[in-house]
């Protein structure tokens, strides 16, 4: 059983989440999908209701569906974030981070776009 203040934390956390998702449909440089999966999560926790309310969204609810069902992720969100990916160590690079930043980055990201890419496409 989680407490009030827990369900609290995780209520404050899924609308942060799902308002920065929101961002992310607009701005192409913020990741929409990873911030409605949190939002997903984080409302399940802490208010039913949202939770419900995000699952049946005409543009939120398919993303959600497909990761829950079949842990699949659509492609052009993988491409757009392997990308970003890519556009983010370049930025670092340029901007002459130092070399453990860039090697410590490299590798995160490198984990990460084949995380992405190992998973099923929808």
């Not at 939770?51 to 699949?72: K, S, T, Y």
């Not at 993988?78 to 901007?95: H, N, R, T």
């Not at 860039?102 to 929808?122: D, I």
Request: contains cysteine; charged residues 10%; proline residues 5%.
């Amino acid at each position: 059983m989680i407490s009030w203040s827990g369900r609290t934390g995780f209520r404050l956390l899924a609308y942060t989440s799902i308002a920065l998702a929101a961002i992310g449909v607009v701005l192409p440089l913020v990741p929409t999908t990873p911030f409605v999966l949190l939002a997903a999560w984080s409302a399940s926790k802490g208010s039913p209701v949202f939770a419900a309310w995000l699952e049946n969204h005409q543009f939120f609810g398919p993303a959600i569906e497909n990761w829950r069902d079949r842990r699949a992720i659509p492609v052009k969100a993988k491409w757009l974030a392997c990308g970003m990916l890519c556009v983010s160590w370049a930025a670092l690079f340029m901007g002459g981070a130092a070399t453990v930043v860039l090697v410590a980055t490299g590798l995160m990201f490198l984990g990460l776009a084949c995380y992405l890419l190992t998973r099923a496409s929808c």
